[in-house]
Each structure stands twice: as C-alpha cells, then as structure tokens.
C-alpha cells in the first residue's frame, strides 16, 4: 500500500516559522501533483498549495506570500514552507500525492496520515 510519511508539524507562536516534509516511496514509478491540504478545527478541508512535475505551483488565495511550496523530485519529496504563522493556521495538514499506478497504468490519489499544526498567541 502506497503511504505518504509527514513530518515536520509542532507547536509554534505566532509569527514563527515550521517547514512541512512530506516523502513518497522511492519505488513510486511516477508521481504527477504533488500537494499539501489542512482542515481546521469544525473546517472543511482545504486545499493550501499544489505544485505540478512541472513545477508550476496554485496556492490557495489568502496564503501566497506567507506558505512556499516545493518539491524534490530525486526524494520524492514535497515542502511546505509556512512563515508569519498565525493561529488561524492552526489544523492538521495533509500531504496528498497523484501516483501512478503500474497495476492499473493510470494516477491514484493517495495521503498522508496528517501532521498537527499548532499556532498559539
């Protein structure tokens, strides 16, 4: 079963800084959107930032400028560099990853297990 492994989630004040890790497996034949999700306290889960293989990168209105995503493609790897952290950013993130599936040649979506993030005043 394909796994994303988070890390890098704590508790921070405000103003302060985390950067999310997110690892796919290394035998993952090809991974296309590679993206980072949170969901808040009775809130719906929303999309934060989404990077493409091609590097192109969507973040969601009211977080570009404050959260940078990246991506190493050699590690399979996905980052969220959240900066000027304010307690409305307080949920637990979620890494989410299209990957190709060789049994059935076409991209799943698969997630992570979810990192808290606390954001105190």
């Known amino acids: 079963q394909v796994r994303l492994v988070e890390s890098g989630g704590g508790l921070v004040q405000a103003g302060g800084s985390l950067r999310l890790s997110c690892v796919a497996p290394?035998?993952?034949?090809?991974?296309?959107?590679m993206n980072w999700w949170r969901q808040g306290p009775g809130q719906q889960r929303e999309l934060v930032a989404s990077?493409?293989?091609?590097?192109?990168?969507t973040y969601a209105h009211n977080l570009k400028g404050r959260f940078t995503i990246s991506r190493d493609n050699a590690k399979s790897t996905v980052y969220l560099q959240m900066d000027s952290l304010e307690p409305e950013d307080t949920a637990v993130y979620y890494c989410?990853?299209?990957?190709?599936?060789?049994?059935?040649?076409?991209?799943?979506?698969?997630w992570g297990q979810g990192t808290q993030v606390i954001v105190s005043s």
């Open positions: 989410h990853a299209k990957i190709l599936s060789i049994a059935t040649m076409a991209f799943n979506d698969y």
């Open positions: 290394a035998n993952a034949l090809s991974i296309d959107t």
């Open positions: 990077m493409n293989s091609d590097g192109s990168t």
